[in-house]
């Protein structure tokens, strides 16, 4: 085993702090004990103020697809459409599991380089003159490209072409990275999970559910058992479950809405810009293209990089990783070898940053990737004005054009 610490720099799972894991390392509680309710209670409301959501809110002890499906089982009858965008791989996964669960996906294909394209889907939605579409399927930040699209335009485009189809919005890699809002996008079911934003291992997954999606899962016919919003109500309403929850994540979760709290969500979102906006400064110095072509949907949360013609991104990640000890996320799907990806979410920091941007610098030379040196002192020029800025409480000036410069 190499010494000092790995660097976990893919975009999810994310580094989980100390003080989640001590959180974890306790002795297994009866779920069904007195003092459990507050732990289930507190778990639940915490995650409505980090949805932004007065409604309801489900856990599941499940990975994000399992939320996915029971976003759509929930909701959906069989042979019903769902209009999805394809920002990238994950969007593309999520439109296969609603194939395999029966409904019907129309696919709206992007380019892989930009997020969402809500005019796209307001006319799609304008042309669909005999109601078939049932839901509209975003992903927030698509993860395979670093692409972050406008949820509250998909909303306005929704509401234009007068449509009532719901909503749905996979938040998994940017719940308590980026700013989200269920309830003032007039979202129906957003969809997240523990290991990206919320710092936590794998395990968690989550459905916060509007009342019109409620109001859907009424008349839903597709078949649920495990997924069904309709089961966790009456425990979840006094802080249980109806099955066996992931007790030691709970308490894992509790402590990280502890620590958003504490940090604040702003402060959290300004901070994952800044990283980001370094990121790029460094991978511009390096003379390396951004795989996320509009500036304006970069993500806070990753950077996709682009090799340079003819060279693998995967011998590049194997270097880094035998070398430095530190993993790279690989490009996936159509982008496999294509791409690296840098994660910069979750439990972070300046140095973490610095140490991350430092391996990728080091990794590019061992393996032979032809850059400019210099992307690290870029990065460490954008670093240095923003902690003064911070310091002295004026508002962060960098931005992604400023760092497109
Ligand atoms: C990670 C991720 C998923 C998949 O979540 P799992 O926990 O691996 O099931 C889906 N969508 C997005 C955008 C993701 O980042």
């Not at 856990?59 to 029971?70: D, K, L, R």
């Not at 669960?101 to 294909?109: N, P, R, Y």
């Not at 058992?225 to 308490?251: C, H, I, Q, R, V």
């Not at 500036?295 to 990089?305: G, I, N, Q, Y």
Request: proline letters at 5%.
């Amino acid at each position: 085993m190499p010494s000092g610490r790995h660097f976990l720099q893919i975009p999810g799972p994310s580094n989980v702090p100390d003080r989640i894991l001590r959180a974890m390392d306790r002795a297994v509680t009866d779920h069904r004990g007195p003092n459990f309710a507050e732990i289930g209670g507190k778990a639940l409301e915490g995650m409505r103020e980090i949805f932004g959501t007065r409604e309801r809110v489900v856990i599941y002890p499940a990975s994000g697809t399992g939320a996915w499906e029971a976003a759509l089982a929930n909701t959906m009858s069989p042979g019903d459409r769902v209009l999805m965008y394809e920002t990238g791989h994950f969007a593309a996964l999520w439109a296969r599991l609603a194939g395999k669960l029966g409904l019907d996906a129309q696919v709206i294909k992007g380019d892989w380089r930009s997020g969402a394209d809500a005019a796209a889907i307001g006319a799609a939605l304008s042309e669909d003159r005999s109601g078939r579409i049932k839901a509209v399927c975003v992903v927030h930040n698509e993860t395979s490209t670093g692409a972050v699209s406008d949820i509250a335009a998909v909303r306005a485009a929704m509401d234009a072409a007068g449509h009532p189809a719901l909503l749905m919005v996979d938040t998994i890699s940017s719940l308590a990275s980026v700013p989200y809002a269920h309830d003032e996008w007039g979202v129906d079911v957003s969809i997240s999970g523990s290991q990206k934003g919320l710092m936590l291992p794998p395990g968690l997954s989550f459905n916060a559910i509007s009342k019109k999606a409620e109001a859907a899962a009424g008349s839903a016919a597709l078949p649920r058992s495990y997924w069904d919003w309709e089961e966790m109500k009456g425990p979840n309403e006094t802080g249980y479950f109806p099955y066996t929850p992931a007790t030691n994540l709970l308490y894992a979760l509790n402590e990280a809405i502890d620590m958003l709290r504490e940090e604040g969500l702003e402060a959290v979102f300004a901070r994952h810009r800044r990283h980001a906006a370094a990121t790029r400064a460094a991978v511009e110095a390096w003379g390396l293209e951004v795989l996320c072509a509009v500036p304006a949907d970069r993500s806070p949360v990753l950077t996709a990089v682009m090799m340079p013609q003819g060279q693998s991104a995967d011998d590049f990640r194997a270097v880094t990783l035998k070398h430095y000890d530190m993993s790279l996320g690989n490009g996936l799907s159509k982008v496999a070898d294509r791409v690296f990806r840098i994660g910069h979410l979750g439990d972070f920091n300046d140095l973490m940053l610095c140490g991350t941007l430092a391996g990728v610098e080091m990794g590019l030379r061992d393996a032979g990737v032809r850059h400019r040196p210099g992307g690290l002192a870029a990065a460490m020029d954008m670093l240095a004005p923003a902690r003064r800025q911070a310091a002295e409480g004026r508002p962060e000036e960098h931005t992604e054009v400023q760092a497109a410069q």
